[in-house]
């Protein structure tokens, strides 16, 4: 195991490049096996979570492979055979579950573990099941695996979710694609991940209408074609580095970022008291003044994001006044407050609202990583706080974040890489 070392106080100033959005790439990479042959994805970030899901795509019979540099991913869906998604390879990552809805469609059967829970609460998949079974699918729940079947095919079927799940709509969406008739997900998710899904499989063929409202209509297809698609820039990652810039009354042009798919967390950090400015490149952050409070309450897109909470919140632990942040997304989501409080952050929650009174200054501390976001928000801290942070357990920020060391050294920040005990 590794952990991260960062010696704060360095204001953070140049360029950065945004990579791919790993939210995007992921059910980019399971509607691969709706068509038969090479795909290929470009700008495919170079992450952990994306080898995870390269391995059960190979574990299925595809081929998978990565041009290093070029961020190129190719699938291979030729020698596809397997319709089981065991569970070795879904408990390390519960957007595996993605493959359900397009196997199903494609095959007419699959068998994929259920994801159970993880970190940051229980996270069920009951959106997705009751969707795919107004769509036809019999499904099943025995030994910890999800059965779905479909001999005959899938219909279209008027879906209606009960909240609106990113996951859940990107499946579905999947799954009915070639189905035979018209399917509308009403109250679906509007996050830009899930219009660029639609994006790419109508390049492949698809006839998708509405993604990124909650109203997607799709029309059934015969069969689909492989594509050939770049992936949007992370819009996390971007907000990841854009707190990063303000906690340390930075300077920074992120190349690549994208106002239009940010703009609840850019209104936050504008009131926070941040710079930001959108150019032909990406966006350019900056902080001269004090961080101001700010209340905030995570939603689904367009809302502020959930994704973006922990790291926010660490932002508002240097305010000059008190912050209220709701978490509404996820139950379990501030496991990052502790570790801040080692911090000398002053964090008080009650149920899901979290009260931030601001604080002039962090302290380094050894501190513990407890899911993706969480890391990012401990990271930030340790840019932030007076002398050395250890963060320990980064393997769940290599999941998400590329490169984070270089990327961050690059715009001077002191962070290295170092063995820690297992
Ligand atoms: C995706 C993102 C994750 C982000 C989340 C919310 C990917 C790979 N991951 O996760 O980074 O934090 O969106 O923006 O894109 N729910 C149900 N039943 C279901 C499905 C979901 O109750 O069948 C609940 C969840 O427990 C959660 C909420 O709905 O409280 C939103 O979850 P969902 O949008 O499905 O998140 P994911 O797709 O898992």
Redesign the pocket.
Known sequence: MENFVVEGGVRLEGTLTVSGA???A??IMTAALLADGECVFRNVPDLN?IATLGKLLSHLGCTVKRDGPAHRVRVDTSGLGDVEAPYDHVKR???S??VLGPMLARFGRARVSLPGGCA???????????GLAKLGAEIELAEGYIEARAPGGLWGAEVH??????????NLMMAAVLASGRTMLVGA?R?P?VEELATVLNKMGANISGAGTDVVTIEGVKELHPPDHAIIPDR?EAGTYMAAVALTGGDVLLKGARVDHMGSFIDRLVEAGVTIDATAEGIRVKREGDILPVDIR?A??PGF???MQAQMMTLLCLARGRSVIEEK???NRFMHVAELQRMGAKISVRGSLATVTGVDGLSGAKVMATD??ASASLVLAGLAASGLTEVLRIYHIDR?YEDIVSKLSSVGARIKRVPGMA
Do not use: S, W
């Open positions: 790993k939210n995007a992921l059910p979570d990552m519960r957007a579950v993605l940051i609460g229980a996270r069920p998949v009951d959106q997705h099941l009751k979710f009960d909240l609106p799940t990113v996951g859940g709509t990107e998710a996050e991940e996390i995570t689904p897109y994001p959930t994704d997304v996820f139950e993706l976001r998400g």
